[in-house]
């Protein structure tokens, strides 16, 4: 079993910054990968970014290329979503997942096994 514990959403201007956390606990050793999913209402979940444990290799939706980094602390257990020049379209619940299994798919929602129970991104314009 893993669980996740999200913090750091909240309401921001248009232009401005927010850092996700993610709080890992459990079998934290066989994580393949984690990542960062958002999704609004009425339509699907979406990858945003995500970071292979093993590796550090990270990867990113085109929308938040440039704009978004997704980093981890190993000492804590918790991965990051460093969201800067926030726009309107960025408002979204916000979900970190985690992926036990060897996967070429890590934008596919289906990829994670574990989630955490999401955190509300509002910019405002």
């Known amino acids: 079993q893993v669980q996740l514990e999200e913090s750091g959403g909240g309401l921001v201007q248009a232009g401005g910054s927010l850092r996700l956390s993610c709080a890992v606990s459990?079998?934290?050793?066989?994580?393949?990968?984690m990542a960062w999913l958002r999704q609004v209402p009425g339509k699907e979940r979406e990858f945003v970014a995500g970071?292979?444990?093993?590796?550090?290799?990270?990867y990113y939706a085109d929308s938040v290329k440039g704009r978004f980094t997704i980093s981890r602390d190993d000492a804590k257990n918790t991965v990051y979503l460093q969201m800067n020049s926030l726009k309107p379209e960025d408002t979204a619940v916000y979900y970190c997942?985690?992926?036990?299994?060897?996967?070429?798919?890590?934008?596919?929602?289906?990829?994670?096994?574990?989630w955490g129970q999401g955190t509300q991104v509002t910019v405002s314009s």
């Open positions: 997942a985690v992926a036990l299994r060897y996967s070429t798919y890590l934008s596919s929602p289906s990829t994670y096994d574990y």
């Open positions: 459990g079998r934290t050793f066989s994580i393949y990968a």
């Open positions: 970071i292979i444990w093993s590796r550090a290799s990270t």
